[in-house]
C-alpha cells in the first residue's frame, strides 16, 4: 500500500496526497482532489493493485476480505 500511494501522483497527477494510515481491516487516506470525476478512478486502482500485490505476495489469489 505504502508504494502505490507514492505513486498516485504519477497516475493521477491532479491528486494531491495527504497522509494515510493501515488499520487492521482497511485504510484511511487523506488527499485532495483537483477533478471530482478522479475518486471513482483512483479508489478503483488502488484497490485492484494492492489486492494484485498482496496476493502475489503470499501465493493466493481472488478478493481479499
Known sequence: AHHFWNEIPNH???VQLGNF???????RW???L?????????VR????ITTYRFNK????NGKIL
Open 30 to 32: 487523506l488527499f485532495q
Open 12 to 14: 493521477f497527477p491532479h
Open 21 to 27: 494510515v493501515i488499520m487492521p481491516d482497511h485504510i
Open 34 to 42: 483537483n477533478r471530482s470525476s478522479e475518486l471513482s478512478n483512483l
Open 45 to 48: 486502482k488502488f484497490k485492484n
Open 57 to 60: 505476495h503470499n501465493g493466493t
